[in-house]
């Protein structure tokens, strides 16, 4: 399969989107080419406004369109989105539940050269705070592209969670996508490994390992995180061990998602892959993910180290 | 513009509701805004008394005027003038802050009709507005959208950003006002980080400015019409405006930015109202 950015994949789905619901208008930060919503702009320049650098006007202002029955896709990169304009998203956005639709790109770390300032790895844990808001994290760009529009469909604020560097493509056209549902991509019944976004790949390779040492893991893909859901964190909890794996800090991502269930519902022993309250740094993205243990073997020897 | 005698007299009856309605449910509500709620009281009796399209009975009609108060803390100004125009019963005005109420501490679009834009914390309205002026473009409707802006609010960046793109997105259904009182709660805005000068500052910004008495309604109807005939360009309207305006002890004293009367001073303001 090849190698698709999921930015990409938004930028085509926004652009196919756009011609089915009227509605939909797309604002950027003078970042439309990264974001691709250039693709958009292009196929419906009335529909596109770019609002410049500044990100909490750009936020305002898809709020305001939002109120005239207006679906607005506000994007630009992780960081500036849910950090830049966070009261803006909680208090123009959120509180009043408006139907505005946040899809960031350039999330976690493997944004690589750009470095710390423009690695956002507490996007999950910012956006998921928050009450009305749906966060979803696509794994690649068959799913992405699902992602988009369900994110259009849903009324209310979502968090799509897009990355720049190009990952595998993992599901086919047959894939269903439901939001809130977790989806399980491999059985198994000694340990399962719970992902997100591109930790889904490095998941499934992980789990190829661990065959090996005839370890069985279970695979379950958490495209939301928010709501998140509970059934298949609890049938997972079900082979007595947990590996999450994310492409995030582990304090408030996904990893902390699976423990709050966890702890409250079925406490089982839980490792989480994840950015280890660090900043990022520069480097190309495949070495800064081994850099930071998010590589599939990370993921395969906690599992073994649960099992032990 | 001439405003006949009667609209006068009309707005001026209505301003002084308005005016006792902030203060009863302050007093009532044991905290709130009232120094800021007097000063922009005219302003909204002139936008909702005289001015705006707007349908009490059918308050999300899509083709109304909008109104965004991006100082979100003169909520008891909205809500008389909304209450009094017949959005909802005026007795609801006593629930002010109190668990709830449909009125909440600042204005919540989802809970008070009538309520056009959640705000409250400082600096997001005029985003809001201008994102309601650029849809009103894009569906080709004659919508005005209307924005009140606190003078101490203009600290916030986020307005400069929002006025660099109503400029940019020429948006002449788009009317801003800064209730320019001249205080915030520190004390004189002049002192505590001055935003001055206002006009020339949205002039360099590509505004069409107005300057006007923020308590006189002929002066505040006639910069709203001249607003309506620029083009290209979006028009803020400056209203000099006098804080805690109508009760003489609460009269550009900055103690009164953020506290609630108490029964006895209630009755006293009450009395010259």
Same mark, same amino acid.
């Given at each position: 399969?090849?190698?698709? /950015?999921?930015?990409?994949?938004?930028?085509? /789905?926004?652009?196919?989107?756009?011609?089915?619901?009227?509605?939909?208008?797309?604002?950027?930060?003078?970042?439309?080419?990264?974001?691709?919503?250039?693709?958009?702009?292009?196929?419906?320049?009335?529909?596109?406004?770019?609002?410049?650098? #500044?990100?909490?006007?750009?936020?305002?202002? #898809?709020?305001?369109?939002?109120?005239?029955?207006?679906?607005?896709?506000? &994007?630009?990169?992780?960081?500036?989105?849910?950090?830049?304009?966070?009261?803006?998203?909680?208090? &123009?956005?959120?509180?009043?539940?408006?139907? %505005?639709?946040?899809?960031?790109?350039?999330?976690?770390?493997?944004?690589?050269?750009?470095?710390?300032?423009?690695?956002?790895?507490?996007? =999950?844990?910012?956006?998921?705070?928050?009450?009305?808001?749906?966060?979803?994290?696509?794994?690649?760009?068959?799913?992405?592209?699902?992602?988009?529009?369900?994110?259009?469909?849903?009324?209310?604020?979502?968090?799509?969670?897009?990355?720049?560097?190009?990952?595998?493509?993992?599901?086919?056209?047959?894939?269903?996508?439901?939001?809130?549902?977790?989806?399980?991509?491999?059985?198994?019944?000694?340990?399962?490994?719970?992902?997100?976004? %591109?930790?889904?790949?490095?998941?499934?390779? /992980?789990?190829?390992?661990?065959?090996?040492?005839?370890?069985?893991?279970?695979?379950?893909?958490?495209?939301?995180?928010?709501?998140?859901?509970?059934?298949?964190?609890?049938?997972?909890?079900?082979?007595? #061990? =947990?590996?999450?794996?994310?492409?995030?800090? =582990? =304090?408030?991502?996904?990893?902390?998602? %699976?423990?709050?269930?966890?702890?409250?519902?079925?406490? %089982?022993?839980?490792?989480?892959?994840?950015?280890?309250?660090?900043?990022?740094?520069?480097?190309?993205?495949?070495?800064?993910?081994?850099?930071?243990?998010?590589?599939?073997?990370?993921?395969?020897?906690?599992?073994?180290?649960?099992?032990? | 513009? $001439?405003?006949?005698?009667?609209?006068?007299?009309?707005?001026?009856?209505?301003?002084?509701?308005?005016?006792?309605?902030?203060?009863?449910?302050?007093?009532?509500?044991?905290?709130?805004?009232?120094?800021?709620?007097?000063?922009?009281?005219?302003?909204?009796?002139?936008?909702?008394?005289?001015?705006?399209?707007?349908?009490?009975?059918?308050?999300?009609?899509?083709?109304?005027?909008?109104?965004?108060?991006?100082?979100?803390?003169?909520?008891?100004?909205?809500?008389?003038?909304?209450?009094?125009?017949?959005?909802?019963?005026?007795?609801?005005?006593?629930?002010?802050?109190?668990?709830?109420?449909?009125?909440?501490?600042?204005?919540?679009?989802?809970?008070?009709?009538?309520?056009?834009?959640?705000?409250?914390?400082?600096?997001?309205?005029?985003?809001?507005?201008?994102?309601?002026?650029?849809?009103?473009?894009?569906?080709?409707?004659?919508?005005?959208?209307?924005?009140?802006?606190?003078?101490?609010? +203009?600290?916030?960046? $986020?307005?400069?950003?929002?006025?660099?793109?109503?400029?940019?997105?020429?948006?002449?259904?788009?009317?801003?006002?800064?209730?320019?009182?001249? +205080? @915030?709660?520190?004390?004189?805005?002049? @002192?505590?980080?001055?935003?001055?000068?206002? $006009?020339?500052?949205?002039?360099?910004?590509?505004?069409?400015?107005?300057?006007?008495?923020?308590?006189?309604?002929?002066?505040?109807?006639?910069?709203?019409?001249?607003?309506?005939?620029?083009?290209?360009?979006?028009?803020?309207?400056?209203?000099?405006?006098?804080?805690?305006?109508?009760?003489?002890?609460?009269?550009? $004293?900055?103690?009164?930015?953020?506290?609630?009367?108490?029964?006895? @001073?209630?009755?006293?303001?009450?009395?010259?109202?």
């Amino acid at each position: 399969m090849p190698k698709i /950015a999921t930015r990409d994949a938004y930028g085509e /789905a926004l652009a196919e989107l756009g011609e089915e619901i009227k509605e939909i208008v797309v604002l950027d930060a003078d970042l439309s080419k990264s974001t691709k919503t250039s693709v958009f702009a292009k196929k419906f320049p009335e529909r596109f406004f770019n609002m410049g650098i #500044a990100e909490q006007n750009l936020m305002g202002t #898809a709020a305001g369109l939002a109120t005239c029955g207006k679906i607005p896709f506000a &994007s630009t990169f992780a960081i500036f989105a849910t950090g830049r304009a966070f009261e803006q998203v909680r208090n &123009s956005i959120c509180y009043p539940n408006l139907n %505005v639709k946040i899809a960031a790109t350039h999330a976690g770390i493997t944004v690589g050269e750009d470095g710390a300032t423009h690695q956002s790895i507490e996007d =999950i844990a910012l956006m998921r705070v928050m009450p009305n808001m749906t966060v979803i994290s696509p794994a690649d760009a068959t799913e992405t592209k699902m992602a988009v529009r369900a994110a259009a469909q849903i009324k209310g604020p979502v968090y799509l969670r897009l990355g720049r560097h190009p990952v595998e493509t993992i599901f086919g056209e047959g894939y269903e996508f439901k939001p809130g549902k977790g989806v399980i991509l491999r059985e198994g019944k000694d340990v399962a490994i719970i992902a997100t976004g %591109v930790m889904v790949a490095e998941a499934l390779k /992980a789990a190829e390992m661990l065959e090996k040492d005839d370890i069985k893991a279970m695979v379950v893909n958490i495209h939301t995180i928010k709501p998140i859901d509970e059934e298949v964190i609890l049938k997972a909890a079900e082979c007595g #061990a =947990i590996v999450t794996a994310e492409e995030h800090s =582990i =304090i408030g991502g996904l990893g902390s998602a %699976v423990a709050e269930v966890l702890s409250e519902k079925k406490p %089982v022993p839980i490792k989480r892959i994840g950015i280890r309250d660090v900043f990022g740094m520069s480097g190309k993205p495949e070495e800064l993910m081994k850099a930071y243990g998010l590589a599939a073997e990370d993921i395969a020897e906690a599992a073994r180290t649960l099992r032990r | 513009m $001439q405003v006949s005698k009667e609209k006068l007299e009309e707005l001026t009856k209505a301003a002084r509701k308005v005016r006792r309605s902030i203060i009863e449910m302050t007093a009532e509500a044991g905290s709130g805004h009232p120094g800021g709620s007097l000063s922009c009281a005219d302003i909204l009796v002139a936008l909702y008394f005289h001015e705006m399209k707007v349908d009490p009975q059918n308050p999300d009609w899509p083709d109304r005027d909008r109104f965004v108060l991006s100082k979100g803390h003169a909520a008891p100004a909205l809500y008389a003038v909304l209450a009094e125009r017949g959005y909802f019963p005026k007795e609801e005005l006593k629930t002010l802050r109190k668990i709830n109420s449909i009125l909440q501490g600042h204005p919540d679009m989802k809970k008070t009709p009538g309520v056009d834009m959640t705000t409250g914390s400082l600096g997001q309205g005029l985003s809001a507005a201008n994102g309601m002026a650029l849809a009103g473009k894009l569906d080709g409707k004659s919508y005005r959208v209307y924005v009140l802006l606190g003078d101490g609010e +203009l600290e916030e960046g $986020q307005v400069w950003e929002a006025a660099m793109a109503a400029a940019h997105y020429k948006l002449d259904n788009l009317t801003a006002f800064v209730d320019h009182n001249g +205080l @915030q709660i520190d004390g004189p805005i002049v @002192q505590v980080m001055s935003p001055e000068i206002i $006009q020339e500052k949205f002039r360099a910004f590509g505004w069409h400015v107005i300057d006007v008495d923020g308590h006189d309604f002929e002066d505040i109807l006639r910069a709203i019409e001249e607003a309506k005939s620029i083009k290209e360009k979006p028009t803020v309207i400056v209203a000099k405006t006098v804080k805690g305006k109508g009760v003489p002890f609460m009269e550009n $004293q900055v103690d009164w930015h953020g506290k609630a009367p108490s029964k006895e @001073q209630a009755e006293e303001a009450l009395k010259v109202l």
